[in-house]
């Protein structure tokens, strides 16, 4: 089926998400839609899955004008969506989120679950894997969960599969596996939309690339552009990929963690006996795909996790047991994977943001009294020097755009007398300018003499960042090794293989 | 460096993690806190006599046995079978496995037998009576949790209950005491308690305003609004507003003859035998039809729900207003339901009872009515221990309810997850 | 930083980098982000009860302006006066001929509603058929006294709702505190002065114990502190009506009913306005809720406990981060609010309902302490000013049921409807024709209101 999208436009209030955007996607064909975080794919896609209303501009499948009112037309014309975050309910069963919305009865208004078992099966055997249509959706691995993703967008018809940024919680080998069922979907005549920020995936699949900068189109290319052409597109200008760093001088053993393990509360050992060393001036990346233990190891760092065992040294002192304050105040760093459920607080301002976590002693705090003063003195040297973009110090955090809410965090951290820096995922959902700038500060904390732990899911930015680099895999550690590891290397890693001999340092 | 040699499995299944097992003390520490309790029972206040429990009325065909037990006896071993009890979760703890379901169910009722035994010492108990009581009480609350659950699984916490049962006790007494007809005037109580139910998702949906609040705040308004009509309407024109017909009890035949089971479920009237539809239809409808499958999709995940084309907002305002009507029927109790004329807040907090009930039945229809059942056998015990001439203050059974709950909620019953967007207005776009 | 080539047509000098990036992250707009990025969803974690659900409702209230809360009072008295004029037996009467007369009938509509809101005005305001001032003004006081435990109640319901929970149990806090605070004010004998100071801080160690047992629960279970505060006020409730039914725990000497004896000259609140005439009802306890008003300002504005308790109200989980004890925070939180509810119990035993107490003691203020502190918008004076309005309505309520023969409940309907229609602010715009001042919710709020 074809798709062409005409002038899309899409506002929220005065901001323009999507303007005049037009695409066209042949049949049998994948289109890759390449962008930025934020530039504005994501909306242009729910815009076509009938979720926002466009404020102008047309659909057309096969050259007929579409009027979706909401997501329930866009299916029943045949577009289907994998989300990017799942749109699965956890508590259902493989088969009932299958039918879910599209449900056949029996006597009695019963369900027929037995077709929607059987709509399952006939689906994943054409793509030669099996999933189990009555294991809930909650106790499949991501990757799977994806996959019932595609079943259930299959199940409606879809002829044309919208993919939004669907390798974002996959392994490597697994987003290749994803990729031969796009091409196998492709050869079977289903048009396909693959929206991404990652410049290999789409020199490797797509037929066509359009390029979307700031809610606009800004070019297409052909798969055969190289990644510096497809970069400067997507950015609007050259972009320095990596950061400009000195070799680093390495001090003493800073922090020492070893046998950590950490249960979460329905016993899975999502970190499992964990042990490694960052000396001082260090930064040691740690890589692996999302939820493969990085978030609950950064926590346990911080004392936010409850089962844990091991031992956590810093500079010669257990930190396990300790209250998050108490790590806190040993002088430990932490920028949190999550900013806006974890780092800031929304309807605080940037002022209030930047005392969070001294909200006991001075100079903030006298005698349990806010010192004003010396806060807004304070708030208003931190907004110069870290460049964070605002009306004000009293301007809600949760007004600043994603970049200018991060350096709030790193503000925050940085000005405290560090002993120890835990990041993880600095820079998710930034834009490039705040990158870069986040990654400097980064890197000159490390200068400074303080161990660095940085968590990455982007390859990216680990081989940008690291010193050196510690992979996860299900809890556990792959191997650890030197920050100029080939990606291809940390691929097989971040999969679970042992790296070759001799590569662990 | 811990590594794993073989190559990783995709297929589902194999993924998981290593695990182990955690526990938790909460079941051993509640175990022991209520063996202690009849411990003391049996030291410090022994009780001598017999026990006697009647399991029959004199009119039933089939005549039970009754039951006889020497109080101080029967306490002793039952104060020592809940010690075994006791030591045995202590054991399953600390050998890191969990207290199965069956022995916090055994325990409760080694404990109520206990109990019963000792304040019975010495006269007997017409357990027909407290049973057939228990269900009386237990119908509002029945109805009343079954609205509850209903509004929860669809993501809207419903705290309005208690007013929609006022509410519906209110309109069936006044529309049937002008009509004459207590069929009209139950109807007219489900219409009430939907127009409460609609006025709750209108404000949590449309305006989202938060449900607790709304609910909190209209509870008080129909406390208002019907005490201020019965001020200056019904009271001063009683006979013709406030003198509502009654459903008279209607015996099923051949069920109502089987032993302490029908003269306890089959000897009802009509708005139990309601009550008993009503579950049935909700714990089918909820977990075996379309309309249930969507209902918990967007208590769930509204978002997903979203994206497979069915309308959220609208799905959660035609079920809160289903859910109002379901209270309402059982608001009726009070008045048509009893026979009795309505009064200012006659319902008495039961609306806040079958919210709790909703909790400790863990957002299950068929739980939920079970927790309802227990807090109407602990209301109705205290009266039966009441005319027997019991050795504990009235006023301490008739906590007994809300201390359980307590209990309940802190988890000593076991774990329970509410519905994930239970409480969480969906704001589209 | 920003990219110089592309300068964005619409956007403001701020230089907002990435404008987008609001739009696309669920978490930046919707207050509820789509459960985790697909991972095996992770179990609910125990160890930080979840925050209550009601801040978006905060968010509502404090983002209203002072004109909706105008328009939500005169809707509500308007609905009021629709119950009053169609309950009327004049109006009824006349309705019957109202299209031969139909003046008869707007005049008695206007008759009911006049004379009960006059009568609500003389009641709670100024009497103006009284000759002097002073007799002229004492409804003014019953006003003042109405709504002393009204603002001390509100205070513990509004503190409680700025850590983000919610406490329904002002009931059973007030009756707890007010048996500790009557038993001291009747039983010991101490002299004046320490005798009233003694019984006030039993009675507030009272209300914040038992408000501390949902904190506490609520921190080291989870427990949803709505579900245990409702259960804590039966429990209070059959507790206390025990021990007044009790000799030797709460129950008068020689009486068998259930009621205490009454309180020693020593334990109770001075009048604030005895020097003017006998008669005046106004008590210290004012004065005492006053100060309380100032106190909970400082707390929630000035201190470093209150911005921890701010923070935990608003995002426990980065509060958490942050190294602030958020357990502990819930435990503080419902120990103060307790101890404030306490003090409405306190209050009322020593202070207007002195000739000893009974299980009703706590004549609902438990419920509207509620109602008071969403009107206030949970500010301290905010909440003082409600506390005020609620204590009008309460007193000249009164009035009007004698004068006028209008139901006291009336007052219950009215104070519903306020707090409907001042959390919903769309639906007052939309009855009055206002326009709609936040075409973006996002910008809505002004950056200095949190600075208070």
Redesign the interface.
Known sequence: MKLELRGITKRFGSLVANDHIDLTVEAGEIHALLGENGAGKSTLMNVLYGLYQADDGEVLLDDEVQHFAGPGDAMAAGIGMVHQHFMLIPVFTVAENVMLGNESTKALGRLDLAAARAKVAEISSRFGFHVDPDTLVEDLPVGVQQRVEIIKALSRDARVLVFDEPTAVLTPQETDELMGMMRQLKESGTSIVFITHKLREVREVADRITVIRLGKVVGEAAPTASNAELASLMVGRAVELTVQKQEPTLGDDALVVEHLTVVDPIGQLVVNDVGFTVRRGEILAVAGVQGNGQTELTEALLGLQHRVQGSIMLDGTELIGERVRTVLESGVGFVPEDRNEDGLVGEFTIAENLMLDRSEAPPFVRFGNLQRGALADFARKMVEEFDIRTQGIDEYVQNLSGGNQQKVVLARELSRDLRLLVAAQPTRGVDVGSIEFIHKRIVAARDAGVPVVVVSTELDEVAALADRIMVMYRGRIVGIVPGDTPRDVLGLMMAGETPAEGAAA | MTTTAERPQLSPGATSLDTTVVTSWKAPIAFGIFTLIALGLAVFAPRAGDTTYRWSQESDVIQVPDLVVPAQQALWAVVALLAVATLSSILRVRSKRRIPLWLVVVFAILFMFGFLTWAGAGSSLPMIGLLFGSLSLAVPLIFGSLAGVIGERAGVVNIAIEGQLLAGAFTAAVVASVTGQPWLGLIAAMVAGMLVGMVLAVFSIKYFVDQIIVGVVLNVLVTGLTSFFFSQVLAPNAATLNTPPRFDRFPIPLLGDIPIIGPVFFRQTVIVYLMYIAVALVFFGLFYTRWGLRLRAVGEHPQAADTVGINVNRTRFWNVALAGAIAGLGGTFYTIGSGIAFNKEMTAGAGFIALAAVIFGQWDPIKATLAALLFGFASNLQNTLSVIGSPVPSEFMLMLPYVVTIFAVAGFVGRSRAPAADGKPYIKS | ???P??P?G?A?A???????????????I??????S???????????VPPP?????????IATGNALISVLSVVLALLVGAI?IAF?DERVQETAGYFFARPGDMLFAVWDSVAGAYTALFQGSVYNFRRDTFAAGIRPLTETLTFATPLIAGGLGVALAFRVGM?N?GGRGQMLIAASIAGWIGFAVDLPWGLHMLVALIGGLVGGAIWAAIAGV?KAR????E???T???N??AF??V??MLR?PGLLQAPGSSNPKTPAMKDSAIFPGLLDWLAPGYNLHFGFVIALAATVLVWWILS????G??F??VG??P?????????VKGMYVYAMLISGALLGLAGVNQVLGTVTTGFTAGIDAGIG?DA??VA?LGRSTPWGTFAAGILFGAFKAGGFSMQAAEG??I?????????I??FI??P??VRTIFGLPDPS??P??R?S??E??K
């Open positions: 930083m920003s990219d080539t592309e964005r619409d403001s701020g230089g907002d980098l990435d404008p987008d990036v609001a739009i696309e992250e669920p978490g930046a919707a207050p509820d982000p789509a459960p990025r697909g991972a095996p969803s992770k179990p609910v974690d125990d160890d209550s659900k009601w801040h978006t409702m905060l968010r509502q119950m309950t919610f329904i629960l279970t989870g427990a949803h709505v579900i245990v409702i259960m804590l039966y429990v059959y507790l009506s025990w009790t000035r201190s470093s406990l911005f921890k701010r923070a608003i995002n989980n980065a509060a958490r981060v942050a190294g602030i004890n419920f509620i109602t969403l209008v139901p409940e009336i007052v219950l309907v009215v104070q519903s409807l707090v409907l959390a919903a769309p639906l075409a973006k996002k910008r709020k950056a200095k949190v600075a």
